[in-house]
Every structure is written in C-alpha cells, then in structure tokens.
C-alpha cells in the first residue's frame, strides 16, 4: 500500500520535459531537417544530372530563364518573411490586430510568389520548355541545344519549391483565421513561431534554388 | 539576450536590408561571363550567407540552444557528400568515352 502511494507522488511530481510550445517547435524543426534532405537529394541530382551532360551538353541557365522575374520573385519572398517576423512580434507584444495585419500581407505575398511562377511557367511552356523538349531558341535570339532533361529538373525542383508554398499558404490562412477569432495572446503564441518556421523554411530553400537553378 | 529571447527581437529590417543587398550582389556576381567555378563559388558562398541569416534571425536558431543548431546543420553536411559521391559516377573520363563511344559507331555505320 505504501508502495503505491509513493508511485503516485512520483506521477504527481513528474513533469514532461517537452512543454506543447517546444514539442510543437522540435517537431517543425525535425520535418524542416528531413525536407531539406528532400530538397538536398532533388538539388543533388540536378548537380549531377548537369554534370554527367557536361559544358556544352548543358545550356547556360540565363538562356532559357529569365532572371529578372525570378529575382523580383526572391524579392518578393524575403518581404513576406520580413511580414512574418514581423506578425510574431506583434503578437508576442499583445497586439493581435496587428499580428493578423503582418499576417495577411505574408499571405499575400505568398500568393503572389505562386500567381508569378504560374506565370513563368506558362511563358516557359509557350516557349518550347516542357518535360520532353527544350526551346530551339533561346532569350538571346540564337539558336541553341542541349540535354532534353533541363525541363524535367527545371519543373520537379521549382514545382516542388511551390507546392511548399503552396502548402504554406493554406497553413498560413488557418492561423489568421485562428487569430481573427482571438487565440493568440502575448502569453500563448508559439503557433504563430511555428508557421514561421516553416515560411522562412520555405524562404531559404528559394534562397538556394535561386541561386542553383536560375543564376549558376 | 539569449536568456530572454523573445522578449528583445533583432532588429528584423535590418537583416532584411541584408538579404535584399546580397540578392543584389548575387545578380551582379551572376551575370558576367567568366570561369564557372569561381562564379560557383562565390554564388554558393553567397547563398550560405543568406541562409545563414534567415536561420540565426528569422528562425531565432541562434538564440535557441546549441544542441539544435547541430541537428539542423546535420542534413546540410550529408547534403555536401551526397553531391560528392554522386560527382565521380557521371563525370569520370572513363564513363564519359562509354557514353561517346558508340554514338560515333552509329554515325559510321550511316554513312
């Protein structure tokens, strides 16, 4: 009987070393870890799909891409996560209006980001790059050639960067909504740091996508 | 500050001119023609810098504690060797005559 009791205190005293706050923030950043290993294997393949093709097998990435809209892309990108640092000090200071303010403008430039790469999309198809063929010409009016697999890498990496904001967008909408009914205080926020982590997530990987995809 | 790490925020518009500034040298670094591994080098650089940024500011990881920024870190250096040991499959002189080779046959026999 005594025994019992004493297993009892001990229930009693125990507390879990993972709060729900930093549960929550382990568990974005352990997926954050295993979808940059997602990213890394598609950004691998890409380096090594391009090198087996060689210098002239390979078209220079400016031939086909156009840089400038892109560039305003990644602009556009880097705003939205300032909003988002910005929609969590607001809340953290108490001002729910306007955390749901720097949250819609986050929202908004996701959704533009999206609209943008629909665009390029489109154009690039129109163009003559699809899954299976390059275009025969390229921005600078030459005539051009090279691996048929530029496409393919081109929209699995880029495609996959955007259903991530995609799906950023839509976890992001939840929360404004979950904020417009009032669930955020000063004191109880860390959703909204972890919607963050995953947008600036997303932030970064276009940092790198960028960079591999469209400049190199 | 790394005891109260909410309570005092950096100053986010300032990283945020940071990252504007260095997108900005990355075109300007990208657009002239020259050597490919130097331009890949300095672009690579580049980009760790922004991410870098992004990681320590934005997702306040370094004003969580060190252990995490270990974890995060991890996936970075197995993605650098898995581009390494995927480099010598397809771009060894050996693999790259068994590519060449038989297309010249074909043209042979063609002609």
Same mark, same amino acid.
């Given at each position: 009987?005594?025994?019992?009791?004493?297993?009892?205190?001990?229930? =009693?005293?125990?507390?879990?070393?993972?709060?729900?706050?930093?549960?929550?923030?382990?568990?974005?950043?352990?997926?954050?870890?295993?979808?940059?290993?997602?990213?890394?294997?598609?950004?691998? +393949?890409?380096?090594?799909?391009?090198?087996?093709?060689?210098?002239?097998?390979?078209?220079?990435?400016? =031939?086909?891409?156009?840089?400038?809209?892109?560039?305003?892309?990644?602009?556009?990108?880097?705003?939205?996560?300032?909003?988002?640092?910005?929609?969590? =000090?607001?809340?953290?200071?108490?001002?729910?209006?306007?955390?749901?303010?720097?949250?819609?403008?986050?929202?908004?430039?996701?959704?533009?980001?999206?609209?943008?790469?629909?665009?390029?999309?489109? $154009?690039?198809?129109?163009?003559?790059?699809?899954?299976?063929?390059?275009?025969?010409? @390229?921005?600078?009016? #030459?005539?051009?050639?090279?691996?048929?697999?530029?496409?393919?890498?081109?929209?699995?990496?880029?495609?996959?960067?955007?259903?991530?904001?995609?799906?950023?967008?839509?976890?992001?909408?939840?929360?404004?909504?979950? @904020?417009?009914?009032?669930?955020?205080? #000063? $004191?109880?926020?860390?959703?909204?740091?972890?919607?963050?982590?995953?947008?600036?997530?997303?932030?970064?990987?276009?940092?790198?996508?960028?960079?591999?995809?469209?400049?190199? | 500050?790394?005891?109260?790490?909410?309570?005092?925020?950096?100053?986010?518009?300032?990283?945020?001119?940071?990252? #504007? +500034?260095?997108?900005?040298? $990355?075109?300007?670094?990208?657009?002239?023609?020259?050597?490919?591994?130097?331009?890949?080098?300095?672009?690579? @650089?580049?980009?760790?810098?922004? #991410?870098?940024?992004?990681?320590?500011?934005?997702?306040?990881?370094?004003? $969580?504690?060190?252990?995490?920024?270990?974890?995060?870190?991890?996936?970075?250096?197995?993605?650098?060797?898995?581009?390494?040991?995927?480099?010598?499959?397809?771009?060894?002189?050996?693999?790259?005559? +068994?590519?060449? +080779?038989?297309?010249? =046959?074909?043209?042979?026999?063609?002609?």
């Amino acid at each position: 009987m005594e025994h019992a009791n004493t297993l009892d205190d001990t229930r =009693e005293v125990y507390e879990p070393s993972l709060t729900p706050d930093s549960l929550g923030k382990l568990g974005m950043w352990i997926f954050l870890v295993g979808d940059t290993m997602s990213f890394g294997a598609l950004l691998a +393949a890409y380096a090594a799909i391009r090198a087996g093709a060689g210098a002239i097998g390979w078209l220079p990435p400016s =031939e086909i891409l156009g840089i400038n809209l892109t560039a305003g892309m990644t602009f556009l990108l880097i705003c939205s996560s300032l909003t988002m640092v910005k929609a969590l =000090e607001a809340i953290q200071n108490g001002n729910v209006s306007r955390m749901c303010t720097f949250l819609a403008l986050t929202i908004a430039g996701g959704v533009i980001f999206m609209g943008l790469q629909a665009y390029e999309w489109t $154009e690039l198809i129109k163009h003559g790059l699809t899954l299976t063929s390059i275009p025969e010409h @390229g921005l600078s009016g #030459a005539a051009i050639s090279g691996s048929t697999l530029f496409g393919p890498t081109f929209y699995t990496i880029t495609g996959f960067h955007g259903l991530h904001v995609t799906g950023g967008v839509i976890y992001l909408i939840v929360i404004l909504i979950h @904020g417009l009914r009032g669930r955020y205080t #000063a $004191e109880f926020n860390h959703e909204v740091e972890i919607v963050g982590l995953y947008w600036h997530f997303v932030d970064l990987i276009w940092i790198m996508v960028f960079t591999f995809i469209y400049l190199l | 500050m790394a005891d109260t790490p909410h309570k005092e925020h950096p100053k986010y518009i300032n990283i945020f001119y940071w990252l #504007a +500034a260095l997108t900005i040298i $990355e075109i300007l670094v990208a657009m002239p023609e020259y050597s490919i591994i130097i331009k890949g080098l300095l672009l690579i @650089g580049l980009a760790c810098a922004k #991410a870098v940024l992004v990681a320590n500011y934005f997702m306040h990881l370094k004003f $969580e504690r060190r252990t995490l920024a270990l974890i995060v870190l991890t996936p970075f250096i197995i993605c650098v060797f898995l581009v390494l040991m995927l480099m010598p499959d397809l771009t060894l002189k050996t693999r790259h005559d +068994a590519l060449v +080779a038989p297309k010249a =046959e074909v043209i042979n026999t063609s002609r």
